[in-house]
């Protein structure tokens, strides 16, 4: 199993641009998430999604930002314009949800993208 | 969710226990508890989770207080490779979404 795959690790945009990051689940697996992480504010939950459909979207910080997911093996996180502010590390974490205790499931993290605004 | 309570850091010695603590007062009846650590530049890792009964893996134990208030994470010969931030974390059973706090960020010293 390859694990969960994230493209690009590493990304330098200026600010103003569009940026897509995407991501790759472990196959079979029914929850994906996308989290960020900055030195001040840690790892923050953006939004997860259970096959395919988007749970909950509380953590998305405004409208710049969307995600999709078209099908069960590849989701995208969009930031439009990006924004110094937006500098981050992005990960990705896939789950497989146990039908009768979907908590149970631990995340599976990717190696995530570092995104650098300029 | 419900929170969680580590202290900022730790160190420990190279080939000793290390007995990570984790409170979670407001923890309720149908919360897992998870612990993940994230080593340097890496995405965070799943270590071991656990509903009431302490649990063992190949990585580590996991204690759980009787009244599943507080739990340790008990690494047996701490590695110079454990060095990392390590998460303790409450899965509810209402939503999947699992929110981080701050973690343990553990020294190991040779």
Request: charged content about 20%; aromatic content about 8%.
């Amino acid at each position: 199993d390859a694990g969960v795959i994230q493209s690009p690790r590493h990304e330098v945009t200026e600010m103003g641009q569009e940026v897509t990051l995407r991501c790759k689940p472990i196959s079979g697996h029914d929850y994906l998430f996308w989290y960020r992480q900055t030195m001040m504010r840690g790892l923050e939950l953006l939004i997860y999604f259970n096959n395919n459909v988007p749970i909950d979207d509380s953590g998305m910080p405004e409208d710049r930002f969307s995600a999709k997911m078209p099908n069960a093996s590849f989701s995208t996180l969009k930031i439009q314009p990006s924004e110094p502010r937006d500098s981050a590390v992005y990960f990705c974490a896939s789950s497989l949800a146990l039908i009768r205790r979907p908590t149970d499931s631990p995340l599976h993290f990717g190696n995530g993208t570092r995104l650098t605004v300029t | 969710d419900a929170k969680t309570t580590q202290p900022n850091s730790m160190e420990s010695n190279e080939e000793e226990p290390v007995h990570l603590p984790c409170n979670h007062s407001t923890i309720s009846g149908t919360d897992y508890i998870h612990w993940y650590r994230q080593l340097p530049s890496q995405g965070p890792e799943y270590v071991i989770h656990g509903l009431t009964s302490n649990v063992n893996n190949r990585m580590a134990s996991l204690a759980i207080a009787e009244d599943r208030k507080s739990s340790t994470l008990i690494l047996h010969r701490a590695t110079l490779r454990d060095a990392a931030v390590y998460y303790c974390i409450l899965r509810d059973g209402l939503g999947l979404g699992m929110r981080f706090g701050a973690g343990t960020r553990l020294t190991v010293k040779p």
